[in-house]
């Protein structure tokens, strides 16, 4: 997989982090839905950062045997992935 590339620097972004933790969202009312594991990756110039290469199969998911607690006690991090239409805010 290639990496993310920065538009604003025209540079290779670098992994900043492997496996963070991405929770999935209800659309509406942002209770979790379900979580996977990504890549962070950061610009070296900017440092604007993105998420990529988000996992195809959750390692939990609402209503299975874990509690979301439970879950998340086991995670190295957590970043939030919203399903709500964009602000247009720039």
């Not at 920065?6 to 900043?16: G, L, P, S």
Request: net charge negative.
């Amino acid at each position: 997989m290639r990496r993310p590339l920065c538009v604003k620097c025209q540079m290779d972004m670098r992994a900043e982090r492997n496996g963070v933790t991405v929770v999935e969202t209800y659309m509406g009312d942002k209770s979790p839905y379900k979580t996977m594991r990504a890549d962070l990756f950061k610009c070296p110039c900017c440092g604007f950062e993105v998420i990529s290469g988000i996992a195809d199969t959750p390692f939990w998911r609402a209503h299975h045997e874990k509690s979301f607690e439970e879950a998340m006690a086991e995670t190295s991090g957590l970043i939030y992935w919203w399903h709500e239409k964009c602000s247009g805010t720039e």
